[in-house]
């Protein structure tokens, strides 16, 4: 907190100018104290079940930008409601609680538990990263040799 006597020498008028511009850097980027912050709720089994919706989807494409998501189609329902097989989820940008595009490529297939605790879903579906919300659909051929 800044304290100004009246009449102060050019040592306080710096200290002044100083404070009034830490106060204008609050007021102008009040985002960045607004980060996510929040506690690790467990892996994917356990905070799945805090979720309204979990669904077996494909990813088809990202959109990136200044609200990156990313559209999905959806292959079957474990738990909520949908009327539609095609759904687009928010994903994050650094400032939300939501994991980025990065890790979830176009042709990929993922359980997902959408808009759990910490997703803040805002207009649509969100995947939170307060937790393991997204667990990868993994194909496997294996190949049997003749003994």
């Known amino acids: 907190m800044c304290i100004l006597k009246a009449g ?13 511009l830490i106060g204008i850097g609050f007021l102008v980027f009040p985002l960045s104290a607004g980060a996510c912050s929040c506690a690790w709720n467990g892996p994917f089994f356990t905070v799945s079940q805090d979720a309204p919706l979990v669904i077996h989807g494909r990813i088809i494409r990202h959109h990136s930008g200044q609200s990156p ?3 999905v189609r959806v292959l079957g329902t474990l738990k909520g409601g949908l009327l539609d097989s095609g759904m687009v989820v928010q994903m994050g940008d650094g400032m939300q609680c939501r994991p980025t595009l990065e890790g979830f490529s176009p042709d990929s297939e993922w359980i997902l538990a959408l808009n759990g605790p910490g997703s803040k879903p805002g207009n649509g579906k969100a995947l939170s990263h307060c937790g393991e919300y997204w667990c990868q659909r993994r ?7 003749p003994v």
């Open 8 to 20: 102060g020498g050019p040592e306080m008028k710096k200290i002044a100018l100083w404070c009034l």
């Open 139 to 145: 194909f496997e051929m294996i190949l049997f040799q």
């Open 69 to 71: 998501t990313i559209d």
